[in-house]
């Protein structure tokens, strides 16, 4: 069983910043992908940024490329978002996954359904 500990989110003001923290059990001895979705009231879960454990192509939605990163500390386990110059839009419940393969390198795209393990979610509010 693939445990998360999900932490960082809260309010800020439109242009500010907010790192999130998402501790991984251990629970495999290979590299595997891990990555941050988000999901807004009424929308569809949305790959925000992606990674492989090992190295390799990372992935940034287009809507936060440039604003957002992503890093993974392979010594505590922790999968970490830093978010830049907030908008309103970036508002949702983020919530961090894990599965072994990393699809978004084939397909270009960073879907929910391609994640097997997945977090609780974290809030981020964005206010104008």
Not at 82 to 110: F, H, Q, R
């Amino acid at each position: 069983q693939v445990q998360f500990v999900e932490s960082g989110g809260g309010s800020v003001q439109a242009g500010g910043s907010l790192k999130l923290s998402c501790i991984v059990s251990k629970w495999t001895d290979s590299g595997f992908c891990m990555g941050w979705f988000r999901q807004a009231p009424g929308k569809e879960r949305e790959g925000v940024a992606g990674l492989y454990t090992r190295g390799g192509q990372r992935y940034y939605a287009d809507s936060v490329k440039d604003r957002f990163t992503i890093s993974y500390d392979d010594v505590t386990n922790t999968l970490y978002l830093e978010m830049n110059n907030l908008k309103p839009e970036d508002s949702g419940v983020y919530i961090c996954a894990a599965d072994p393969a990393a699809w978004y390198t084939v397909k270009g795209v960073m879907a929910a359904s391609d994640f097997k393990y997945w977090g609780q979610g974290t809030q981020v509010t964005v206010s104008s």
